[in-house]
């Protein structure tokens, strides 16, 4: 017990991979007595097992045999579908590859029950998957430990990260221009906007496609709508942009966002397509049933968790054969839902 009255939490295998300056799969090979180590490092990490005062659990031993067939996926969400489907391929990849998938729930994006969350899915050894579509998760992808292998799925970057950041993503912003090049092309003067939240950065992805679209175009650029991720959300946003008749256009962030939309906009007794024309984003499976059905953005998102546990797998396996980022491609979906720009007489 602590100066706090705390027990003090045992040493973990991480900790002493961090003491020593070496893989958490080194000190596994140095409690095993595995002959690849240098004598140096053995004797660095024998040195942090002293200092720690660590003791082998089953975990570690497992892991040291090389039998710990198991990830953990770190999330803030289990139940958005592009979340619900990421969990879905890596579930599958891993089934596949003899694994077994673990969850751990962000519960809030505060720096304690994130450092807290990391640890737990730290202890339990094996490789991390952390999807970080919001504050929580890019706050539980900077907080691994060095040392664990470790996949970020995450919002498509800015620019293209280091060598040693194994992320994958989707490309949002080229499937945005796409969406919004659509509607433009059907003679709309421009495309409004109801955003999800960007987990990185004041612009999102998805935003700053949709933004780069008009300016190609030379249309005028309106204020983007600040949505959120539900149907609720959606809906509040419509009412507002359906009171104005010079909307005729409408990208939505998500799926959800555009069935709240289409919602609102039928409340106000403006027609779809015939007086404003909506797209969403996605292709969640309840787009291709809505009334009017609903042009939207395919993104392979169960593909995206396959590739997150490949390359995971690569890691663990200490295989060369992976490609560092794998990018799933985004499809535009045209459905009912969008339609030519109404003439005014």
């Avoid at 690849?36 to 497992?62: M, P, Q, W």
């Avoid at 969400?77 to 729930?105: N, P």
């Avoid at 498509?156 to 950041?165: E, F, I, L, V």
């Avoid at 935003?207 to 509040?236: F, I």
């Amino acid at each position: 017990m602590n100066a706090t009255g705390h027990t003090k939490r045992p040493a973990s295998i991480r900790d002493v991979a961090t003491a020593a300056g070496v893989s958490y799969q080194t000190v596994s090979r140095v409690i095993n007595d595995h002959p690849s180590v240098k004598a140096t490092t053995r004797e660095r990490v024998l040195a942090a097992i002293g200092d720690l005062g660590f003791r082998r659990n089953a975990t570690a031993f497992a892991l040291a045999r090389g039998r710990n067939r198991a990830v953990t996926v770190l999330t803030a969400d289990t139940t958005h579908y592009g979340h619900a489907s990421i969990l879905r391929g890596i579930e599958e990849a891993a089934r596949a590859a003899a694994y077994s998938v673990g969850i751990g729930v962000l519960e809030s994006a505060a720096e304690s029950a994130v450092a807290d969350a990391v640890q737990r899915a730290a202890d339990t050894g094996g490789g991390l998957i952390v999807i970080a579509y919001d504050p929580a998760g890019v706050r539980a992808l900077s907080a691994v430990p060095a040392g664990l292998p470790v996949v970020g799925v995450v919002e498509t970057p800015a620019s293209p990260p280091a060598a040693d950041r194994p992320w994958v993503w989707t490309d949002d912003r080229e499937a945005a221009f796409e969406a919004t090049s659509h509607l433009l092309s059907l003679g709309h003067e421009t495309v409004h906007y109801v955003a999800i939240p960007s987990s990185t950065r004041r612009t999102g992805a998805r935003s700053a496609g949709w933004r780069d679209a008009l300016r190609a175009a030379g249309a005028p650029l309106p204020r983007p709508v600040r949505g959120g991720w539900s149907p609720a959300d959606g809906r509040a946003a419509g009412l507002a942009l359906a009171a104005d008749p010079a909307v005729t256009a409408i990208l939505c962030g998500n799926d959800d966002l555009a069935v709240g939309v289409l919602r609102a906009l039928h409340e106000a007794g403006r027609s779809v397509p015939g007086e404003v024309s909506v797209a969403g984003f996605d292709d969640a499976p309840h787009a291709a049933c809505l009334t009017p059905s609903l042009t939207t953005v395919r993104l392979d998102f169960t593909g995206l968790g396959r590739s997150a546990f490949t390359l995971l797998h690569g890691a663990l396996e200490e295989s060369e054969r992976v490609a560092p980022h794998p990018v799933a491609a985004p499809e535009l979906i045209v459905r009912e839902s969008s339609g030519v720009a109404p003439t005014h007489d």
